[in-house]
């Protein structure tokens, strides 16, 4: 099963800023994202950076002046109308006032006022002192109040020697927003529960023992359900960034996982198991360092509870998930553990491929069939297991 992202159509536009030669940056990102961009460029910016520079990147001739259109005249409404998002970036102070006050007396202020239902995104960008001036704040302030996403500015070294916040967020920060922001919302009003990364055992206060699981796979899915409009709860091993608007909760032990989980789980409506929990713990860990001896060591282990299995077979189970990682019969275990543990949908990965990387390949197991995703990021991967999961309820 493949889910195509949809081509969206973006109207770029650049304003007079240093940053504007981020904006070529973009660019780039956007067209490789298979998004169709428009560049427009105020006569400001063209003093920055030149049109040909964002022609040759995106394909298209760049649109700088209100007089210059085809058509009959009224390409500005039918610009503004057809994008799927305008993003202003960089977003000068200058051009953040006219926004404010409706100003329409270039081609990109007057597509911004004539946008109708456009989602409308701002980069601002500019010096510290510029940005931190009250006039700006009030600006920047109507402009949320007016429905428009703010998107930075960052702190951080200025091109004028300067240090504070106004830099420019990064073009791949502005594509992750964007992306976010054209997730559709089919898990509003649920609440998904998340586990992720490698529990850890102890043998002794010095060593345990753990599985290779660096948290990704089970952060992107986090992150991919909170985009998709859910109440999403992480509870994690793994010691990554926070998915923005995901609750976290750190865990060490299979055992603190499965407490964790158990004390969360009457209100979840989905669980998603992607940790790497260990199968086994030291009967009795030991209170202090075990001195080596020259002899072997034996460690007496036992069996850590199934926390999936466990949520599965409740009486009113959540819809729950499992992933499993096979170093061969991908197919036949996998499905197997689908059976064992009562689970509708499992999504398989083989080892070579799913820990610690950015990208993984999937193969979806449910009561129709497997469904391979192929090889991509394992965000993509996350929001394709999502659309998934909600095709299956109904969504
Ligand atoms: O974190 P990354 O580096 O991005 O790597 C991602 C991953 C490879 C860890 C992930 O994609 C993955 O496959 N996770 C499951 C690992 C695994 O093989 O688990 P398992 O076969 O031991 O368990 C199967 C399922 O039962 C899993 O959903 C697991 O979370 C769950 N389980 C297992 C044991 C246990 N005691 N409790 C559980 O809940």
Not at 201 to 216: F, W
Not at 224 to 238: D, F, I, N, P
Not at 322 to 344: D, I, T, V
Request: glycine letters at 8%; hydrophobic letters at 45%.
């Amino acid at each position: 099963m493949s889910i195509p992202t949809p081509s969206k159509k973006i109207l770029l536009g650049i304003t007079g800023g240093i940053a504007a030669y981020k904006a070529a940056e973009l660019v780039r990102l956007l067209v490789k994202q298979n998004m169709d961009v428009q560049a427009v460029m105020t006569a400001s910016a063209c003093q920055f950076i030149t049109p040909l520079t964002l022609q040759a990147l995106s394909g298209k001739p760049v649109l700088t002046d209100l007089w210059d259109n085809a058509g009959n005249g009224m390409s500005h409404i039918s610009l503004a109308r057809d994008a799927d998002a305008i993003v202003i970036a960089p977003a000068s102070a200058n051009f953040i006032t006219k926004l404010v006050h409706g100003a329409a007396d270039d081609l990109l202020s007057t597509l911004c006022l004539a946008r109708g239902k456009c989602p409308l995104f701002v980069a601002p960008a500019m010096n510290v002192e510029m940005w931190q001036n009250p006039a700006t704040q009030r600006n920047v302030a109507q402009l949320a109040q007016d429905g428009i996403a703010v998107l930075g500015p960052v702190s951080g070294d200025q091109a004028c020697g300067e240090v504070g916040l106004g830099r420019m967020l990064e073009p791949e920060a502005l594509l992750e927003e964007l992306e976010t922001s054209f997730q559709p919302k089919i898990l509003q009003g649920k609440n998904v529960m998340v586990t992720a990364g490698a529990t850890f055992e102890a043998i002794d206060p010095v060593r345990g023992i753990t599985n290779l699981s660096s948290g990704k796979m089970g952060y992107a899915v986090a992150r991919a359900a909170q985009e998709m409009g859910a109440t999403v709860t992480l509870v994690s091993a793994a010691c990554l960034d926070a998915p923005r608007g995901v609750n976290v909760i750190s865990v060490v032990s299979a055992q603190n996982m499965l407490d964790t989980v158990m004390a969360h789980i009457a209100k979840q409506d989905i669980f998603i198991g992607v940790a790497a929990v260990s199968d086994y713990r030291m009967t009795n860990p030991k209170p202090q360092k075990i001195k080596k001896d020259g002899n072997a060591l034996s460690l007496e282990l036992v069996q850590n509870t199934d926390i999936l299995a466990t949520v599965a077979n409740l009486p009113k189970p959540p819809f729950c998930v499992g992933f499993a990682a096979e170093s061969e019969n991908l197919l036949k275990y996998a499905e197997q553990k689908r059976r064992q543990k009562n689970l509708p949908l499992l999504a398989a990965n083989l080892v070579q491929y799913g820990f610690g990387g950015d990208e993984n390949t999937l193969i979806l197991l449910d009561e129709e069939g497997s469904h391979p995703l192929p090889t991509a990021n394992k965000l993509t991967l996350a929001r394709q297991l999502l659309q998934h999961i909600a095709s299956l309820l109904g969504k």
